[in-house]
């Protein structure tokens, strides 16, 4: 062959090798490299201290929900414990950089060292329709009833699970605990509902329990419309791949320029999400909300699982829900053992780490550590393990803040182990801005809301609802510990203070506000503040001297004065009463700290702006619908406003 023509034919040959034409319509193919990952990979893990097993288990409808479990190596009769969640129980229990259970366990929703300790199966399933977990989701699925027509709910979905697991897990003694916090808190109380007999301890923490009333969604008819975003996170996709795109530094402007919290949903195209339809539909606590309001859910229920409420203080998420449900469920536990409680000075969700202070504020101990040892541990033993002993564990465990003690309680509220039972006391707003238990004069002090200008509710700038700032001096999570002397010196908060105190003035359960209050609009919202002003100079904390420390703080609109579920326009310069319950407190104020009360018409952005002119929809407002208003306090010794402070006798 010439040696032309093998040139020619090489070059063919190779420019074929390199991009060959087939024979399939001219249609080009290249040549691969073999690939340098295996089609199947096994990790070697003969060294770990525990085993990782995935298992999709079915539940009665069909539906498979994906589950892990984490096998201590060599475990034999271990109880197990389960938490159901939404936020993906891949993440919740896995790190790969660790051989050791205690390492894949950190993280949120873990006690991983109670969970190492005492050898216990963990085990984390995602809700149906989230991350890996079949079905549709829904929030907070109503159980089965007027709210859900199906034939499955979180209560039959745990049952299922739970019967699978006390019957196919070999290392196991048949025992299941459901523990959770917050979303993953509301799937460890509606265990409680038909439970599987196989389900033998709940423990409840900060959990989802009533999103109208005061937990995620509203408070008393506010929107806490910060919460937005974690809407958009949750339903827009199965796995949370959509993050909220704000744009702004700070969270006072993106919601101010943004007009009402159905317009700032609009533009982040927030229309297809079922769940804010659900909420835009319905503003009022109408039949939607009261259906599956945990607390009244449970009430109708015997009590047969024996179950840990956990409150926390200062929880800027969830703080009304579990003594909802405290409240529902005592009176099924005469013999006190069945129902416990646990009030720790804690924000949301911060029970499984150390906990020797919130914010500015010294615990004087690490409060975190000693719900998990002395408290939870042995209550989780008593009912996971075999042959467990009787547990000597109080009914109610009760954090006291402003003294940094624990009491033992056989209820609550009380103030001490014998059951003293709070006596509410009447304080007085008053002319001079004082407060005080004494009759005060005649008249009323006034300010000017103005919703172009509403009243931050923290110092500006202010962060995302789940965001911390790196030179934010605290992290959102604590913001209900801020001091509170920026709003103390605006012109649209009025506030008033007691004299110092000459001795321990001990608070336990809700104080109620009675405000006797004017508008010059159709419609109001009012913020009441109780705080624990510290003396201009504190000695072992000089940083501290002067703290105006929130004890509680709530909002309520004015348009459901009447009813929650009878919304109504404000009769405009009139005088009206209002009453509604701040967040429990268990605190004491020392003897040198003063009482405050602050009082305003906006608690911003945390909640939406209220126009003050009466929309039937304040989704629905107009630029125009949002005007300045005059608000007048009433003070009187037959009316006027007053705050009743649960004050208890106890030796201090």
């Not at 259906?291 to 859910?297: I, P, V």
């Not at 996971?384 to 402003?402: H, M, Q, R, Y």
């Not at 103390?488 to 009025?494: C, E, G, N, S, Y």
Request: glycine share 8%; proline share 8%; aromatic share 10%.
């Amino acid at each position: 062959m010439p040696g032309i023509m093998r040139h020619a034919l090489l070059s063919l040959a190779l420019c074929t090798l390199g991009t060959g034409v087939s024979a399939h319509g001219g249609e080009k193919t290249y040549a691969q490299l073999p690939s340098e990952t295996p089609a199947n990979f096994a990790p070697v893990t003969e060294n770990f201290d525990y085993v990782r097993r995935e298992v999709d288990i079915a539940m009665r409808d069909g539906v498979r929900l994906h589950t892990v479990l984490l096998v201590p190596r060599g475990a034999k009769h271990a109880g197990m414990l389960l938490t159901r969640t939404p936020y993906g129980a891949d993440d919740m229990s896995h790190r790969s950089d660790s051989p050791h259970l205690a390492m894949a366990l950190r993280g949120y929703d873990n006690p991983a060292d109670i969970i190492v300790q005492d050898g216990y199966i963990r085990v984390v399933q995602d809700i149906r329709g989230k991350h890996g977990s079949e079905g549709d989701f829904v929030m907070n699925r109503a159980p089965v009833g007027p709210q859900n027509p199906t034939p499955v709910d979180e209560s039959s979905d745990i049952y299922d699970t739970v019967d699978w697991l006390s019957k196919n897990v070999p290392e196991s003694n048949g025992k299941v605990g459901i523990i959770g916090i917050s979303y993953d808190g509301f799937e460890a109380l509606i265990a409680t509902i038909r439970p599987h007999p196989a389900l033998k301890v709940a423990v409840p923490i900060n959990p989802m329990v009533d999103g109208w009333m005061g937990d995620d969604w509203f408070h008393q008819g506010a929107f806490r419309q910060q919460m937005l975003p974690y809407i958009y996170g949750m339903v827009a996709s199965r796995g949370g791949k959509y993050g909220w795109a704000s744009g702004y530094r700070d969270d006072y402007d993106l919601y101010l320029k943004g007009g009402s919290a159905g317009d700032i949903a609009r533009a982040h195209g927030m229309e297809p999400l079922g769940f804010w339809q659900k909420i835009l539909a319905h503003p009022s606590y109408d039949a939607f909300w009261r259906d599956q309001a945990l607390d009244k859910l449970v009430a109708r229920e015997p009590l047969t699982v024996p179950t840990m409420l956990v409150h926390s203080l200062w929880d800027q998420e969830d703080n009304y829900g579990d003594m909802a449900a405290y409240r529902a469920l005592a009176p099924k536990d005469p013999k006190h053992d069945k129902l416990y409680l646990v009030i720790g000075p804690w924000r949301h969700a911060k029970t499984w780490e150390p906990a020797g202070a919130i914010g500015a504020i010294d615990l004087g101990s690490d409060t975190g550590t000693t719900f998990r040892q002395d408290i939870l541990r042995p209550f989780l033993a008593r009912y996971l393990k075999d042959g467990a002993a009787a547990i000597d564990i109080a009914p109610v465990n009760a954090f006291v803040t402003g003294e940094n003690r624990w009491r033992k309680l056989t209820r609550w509220p009380s103030g001490c182990a014998a059951g003293c039972k709070p006596a509410m006391q009447d304080w007085y707003v008053d002319a001079d801005g004082s407060l005080s238990s004494t009759k005060p004069t005649e008249g009323f002090d006034e300010y000017v809301s103005d919703p172009a200008k509403p009243v931050p509710y923290r110092v500006r700038p202010i962060q995302s609802w789940s965001h911390g700032v790196p030179d934010q001096v605290e992290s959102w999570p604590e913001w209900l510990v801020d001091d509170q002397r920026q709003f103390a010196t605006r012109t649209d908060v009025l506030t008033y203070t007691s004299a110092p105190l000459a001795a321990p003035l001990s608070l336990a359960g809700e104080p109620v506000v009675r405000l006797l209050a004017s508008t010059s609009g159709s419609d109001s919202d009012w913020v009441v503040k109780l705080i624990d002003v510290y003396p201009d100079e504190v000695v072992d904390h000089p940083a501290m001297g002067g703290y105006q420390l929130p004890i509680a703080m709530e909002i309520f609109r004015g348009r459901y004065r009447e009813g929650f579920d009878k919304p109504a326009s404000l009769t405009p310069d009139t005088a009206l009463p209002y009453r509604f319950p701040l967040p429990t407190v268990n605190h004491v104020f020392l003897p040198g700290h003063r009482v405050m009360v602050q009082i305003q018409s906006s608690w911003f952005p945390l909640y939406d702006r209220n126009p003050q002119t009466y929309v039937p929809n304040i989704f629905l407002a107009r630029p125009g619908d949002y005007r300045k208003a005059t608000q007048r306090i009433y003070r009187g010794s037959s009316q006027g406003t007053f705050v009743e402070l649960p004050v208890v006798n106890v030796e201090h």
